[in-house]
């Protein structure tokens, strides 16, 4: 364990101890000073990037990666809109769940808190040092951030800039930090004594790399297997427009489909009208067995193809005999993310929205929708796929955790027990 | 890995996925079928409890062990008890928590559901296997209990008599599985495909063994290290009640306090009212130098005894220098349990409620509060001492997770991208 990264993480902490206490209009006029630093260090930040692209690109970088890196002047100002979109979100910290009387003169309040320090550690995107650098001051915790090494020189320009806007402010600018050795991720992830939450972004393997390597809970998910399964109820022209809106307006997307399942009443008719309405946007078409005898010239599918998440335009198709095998192969090959039904009967829905077990289940809609903004939640921080609290996409709800604080005036245990033992109020207040 | 032990997490987990869709009545007429068929066998449960006692007898098992294994017929009857009144619990499934229209016909809902299948490992008390049975059902949650070898033969009767009740309702007693033999605890703690949450009643070294043997979520804590700050603005006589009953009311309990600090202001005042009301308890008191100035005849405390759960008559005495450093010393010594100030300066009050790190801050009142059925919840599935929730005394809302529905009528995400997007409503239903 590096000495000088624990000492840092203690200075976190004990930085964030003030932070946790702050006004929210104190933290919202720190977010404003954020936004005006970000502002006036913009030339400095871009031609940082500028240094970061041009030596990822010598290093021939895959062409995803460098556009995640790339940082123009329009995507920093949308950025910097981001942090004033932050300002203006509720404060999550103070938030009262329990209000109860257990007696007289003794109250118990269940109180939202912030969770001390976050450790967020993502891929090349200098832009997400931005946004999480706001989340995590809007609820009132510390955040280290290891950035990858691609946008060494972006993100020191962007701490830079953040740390001269903190300098202004009730907030100590080391609540913000920037580690960036690359030893540093493994060691972050060892500081179970300082870091409350390891919030990871970059690929499936990245994530799950640091779910295996930590004690400290992980926001975040692995793998985003998707399905959508089309009923022997359900509209057809609708369930061509679902599915092709689950798959290709954003392959890439985590809450993309990976799998179509088809009731097999319904498959001959349903597949005949989707394949080419899915081949019309270049989705290569992989089918089990009974799907390819409906369709000529596809791909048959193999076993590891219902565990796979593409990422891209393809597509595996399953006929299924019934509902409830539509359920057992969700619950047994699916992450969790979100699955969705398409069905004109509403009890096969109530029993697919009850049955699958994910943090998204939806009925007569696309599977795209399963985001933290979509949702009305301002932001998202992650996206769970755990079955404990919180699931499914997180706003800044997840950066927070609750305590409960009781006050009384002398209250004692000894006097609600034993023989003549005073009962409990319990009454909630207002 | 015991193949059969997976085969039978496997027939839990999918019993439990109809157990999650029962109405509430039919839980209940489910709790009720077992408390009836438990008192039906009273007399074989209690007959096996007296060969488990006089096996455990034979083995010379320390007597607090001996203790909690003994079940006589008025404990059964307590336990039965207890399981009637979770029946008049609310039931923790179905709750929404969102409703939200997204856009017209687009409607969001989040709802708690079950877990799935709990994994409760329990040491010699057999009556842990009744009251976490009748919690499991109520939360729509299978269970696989695993109790003391010195229990096994309470609990496989205890078990007989729940499958016995459950065989006359909607609910498969396949819901309820007992393992018996010493290798199926570890066996258990792998089965993170199947088990969703473990629960470990015991020590605390049995609690961290169980914590840093899975992947698996476990709701619990290894320590209560819990700490009373008495002020330099304490009402004194208020602040002896709360130390006496803090400490001695039961002083096994977790939430008894291990270490008293004392503002130095009024040490030498109130140090001279506490310690003879302490020891008139026969708590032996260990004091730092301070302490040891004031007080004659005192043990000197060592550094470890800050980090020591006592969990008996013995109490460690710091003076310290202001609020600040009590704080100090509890966020550094302290498990994240309960902490309690008494002081009469609200400023001081807010403070240290603000600024304790502990899932239970207090003022002027006793730590032993920190308790679910005190603090109303009906029930206690175990307390927490980790930073996320659930956090400290949780209740049976600690059994359930909750899953987003959303419902529209062919809605596509495309609509709400591009050029032309249409907004969302994000409108708050109800």
């Known amino acids: 364990m590096n000495l000088s990264l624990t000492a840092l993480a203690r200075k976190t902490r004990d930085c964030a101890q003030t932070l946790a206490v702050l006004s929210t209009e104190a933290k919202n006029q720190a977010i404003e000073a954020i936004a005006q630093a970000l502002e006036a260090a913009a030339d400095e930040i871009l031609a940082a990037n500028a240094a970061d692209?041009?030596?990822?690109?010598?290093?021939?970088?895959?062409?995803?990666l460098y556009h995640r890196l790339k940082l123009d002047r329009a995507k920093l100002q949308s950025a910097i809109a981001g942090v004033r979109d932050v300002g203006r979100l509720a404060d999550p910290v103070g938030e009262v769940q329990i209000h109860r009387q257990l007696d007289d003169g003794l109250i118990l309040k269940r109180v939202t808190c912030p969770l001390g320090v976050l450790g967020v550690i993502f891929e090349a995107r200098p832009d997400a040092a931005i946004q999480i650098s706001a989340l995590a001051i809007k609820s009132g915790n510390g955040v280290i951030l290891k950035g990858g090494k691609e946008a060494i020189r972006s993100c020191e320009a962007i701490v830079k800039a953040i740390h001269l806007g903190l300098s202004q402010t009730a907030i100590s600018p080391d609540a913000v930090q920037l580690l960036t050795t690359r030893e540093a991720t493994l060691e972050l992830l060892q500081l179970d004594q300082?870091?409350?939450?390891?919030?990871?972004r970059g690929s499936n393997s990245f994530v799950r790399f640091v779910q295996e390597n930590t004690r400290i809970p992980v926001l975040g998910h692995a793998d985003g297997i998707c399905h959508l399964y089309v009923d022997r109820a359900a509209d057809l022209s609708q369930a061509v427009a679902?599915?092709?809106?689950?798959?290709?307006?954003?392959?890439a997307a985590c809450n993309a489909i990976e799998t179509l399942l088809i009731h097999e009443a319904i498959a001959p008719a349903f597949l005949t009208l989707v394949a080419p309405a899915l081949q019309q946007h270049n989705v290569e078409l992989r089918g089990d067995a009974r799907t390819c005898e409906i369709l000529d010239n596809i791909t048959p599918?193999?076993?590891?193809?219902?565990?796979?998440?593409y990422s891209d335009l393809i597509l595996?198709?399953?006929?299924?005999?019934?509902?409830?095998?539509?359920?057992?192969?969700i619950n047994e090959y699916g992450s969790g993310h979100t699955d969705a039904i398409v069905t004109e009967n509403t009890d096969a829905a109530e029993t697919f929205l009850s049955q699958v077990n994910a943090a998204g289940v939806f009925h007569n809609c696309s599977t795209r929708f399963a985001d933290g903004f979509r949702y009305g939640f301002g932001a998202e921080v992650g996206i769970s796929t755990q079955k404990l609290p919180p699931r499914g996409p997180v706003g800044l709800e997840g950066l927070v955790t609750y305590k409960y604080k009781l006050v009384g005036h002398g209250h004692i245990v000894a006097t609600y027990s034993g023989d003549?033992?005073?009962?409990?109020?319990h009454k909630d207040l207002d």
């Open 53 to 64: 692209c041009a030596a990822a690109a010598q290093d021939g970088i895959p062409k995803p």
């Open 194 to 200: 300082f870091v409350d939450l390891i919030i990871p």
């Open 242 to 251: 679902i599915t092709v809106d689950s798959k290709t307006q954003y392959p």
């Open 301 to 309: 599918a193999t076993e590891s193809d219902w565990s796979t998440e």
């Open 316 to 329: 595996s198709i399953k006929v299924v005999d019934s509902l409830t095998d539509a359920i057992a192969h």
């Open 420 to 425: 003549n033992a005073k009962s409990f109020a």
